[in-house]
T-cell receptor, first 116, second 115 residues
Framework: AQSVTQLGSHVSVSEGALVLLRCNYS??????LFWYVQYPNQGLQLLLK??????LVKGINGFEAEFKKSETSFHLTKPSAHMSDAAEYFC??????????????FGAGTRLAVHP | EAEVAQSPRYKITEKSQAVAFWCDPI?????LYWYRQILGQGPELLVQ????????DSQLPKDRFSAERLKGVDSTLKIQPAELGDSAMYLC?????????????FGPGTRLTVT
């Protein structure tokens, strides 16, 4: 069965510092991988997705993630944090052979705090 | 920009009462999803529709939860009777349908508090 582990439920960085949010997946087949962001009392918004093309994926708001098969990882990074990046971030995995049903399995989330 | 609509945004109910949530997906999206997000956790899929048919309800507590999408457009999720453990955010999402992996667009959610 597929699963997603996000290391660190809370991450705190200074404005302008590097953001690194960790995600490791468990899957018997090369999966599709996603990062979503959730602001307080709102739904989830897609940041980026990996679907077996380039291993380095660029998303919105300056975020990017690198798929590393050998490490079963898909960590999210941003070179310089902004106050507006404070939110909860979720990594998710999907099995490309799930019969076209597009089912997502989410990690527990990482809350990012950005301080001045 | 098209959005997924959900109502109500907030709901407080007493345990043993019935509660219902409504979702209107983006026009043209044949696939609709209902997720439950318990505080401090990631969303968990409860039920997935393709048009009016359920394609996955393996995590739906069928003794108290029901979902319908009668005309393949909007959908209703019902809980009867509500229990304290049902307090959570209920998220609806929609996507186009096909053989690939398509972005799921999420609504703002309904935050349920059961007292």
């Amino acid at each position: 069965a597929q699963s997603v582990t996000q290391l660190g439920s809370h991450v705190s960085v200074s404005e302008g510092a590097l953001v690194l949010l960790r995600c490791n997946y468990s899957s018997s087949v090369p999966p599709y991988l996603f990062w979503y962001v959730q602001y307080p009392n709102q739904g989830l918004q897609l940041l980026l997705k990996y679907t077996s093309a380039a291993t380095l994926v660029k998303g919105i708001n300056g975020f990017e993630a690198e798929f590393k098969k050998s490490e079963t990882s898909f960590h999210l990074t941003k070179p310089s944090a902004h106050m507006s990046d404070a939110a909860e971030y979720f990594c998710a995995v999907s099995d490309p052979f799930s019969g076209g049903y597009n089912k997502l399995i989410f990690g527990a989330g990482t809350r990012l705090a950005v301080h001045p | 920009e098209a959005e997924v609509a959900q109502s109500p945004r907030y709901k407080i109910t007493e345990k043993s009462q019935a509660v219902a949530f409504w979702c209107d997906p983006i026009s043209g999206h044949a696939t609709l999803y209902w997720y439950r997000q318990i505080l401090g956790q990631g969303p968990e899929l409860l039920v997935q529709f393709q048009d009016e048919s359920v394609v996955d309800d393996s995590q739906l507590p069928k003794d108290r939860f029901s979902a319908e999408r009668l005309k393949g457009v909007d959908s209703t999720l019902k809980i009867q009777p509500a229990e304290l453990g049902d307090s959570a955010m209920y998220l609806c999402a929609s996507s186009i349908t096909g053989t690939g992996i398509y972005e799921q667009y999420f609504g703002p959610g309904t935050r349920l508090t059961v007292t």
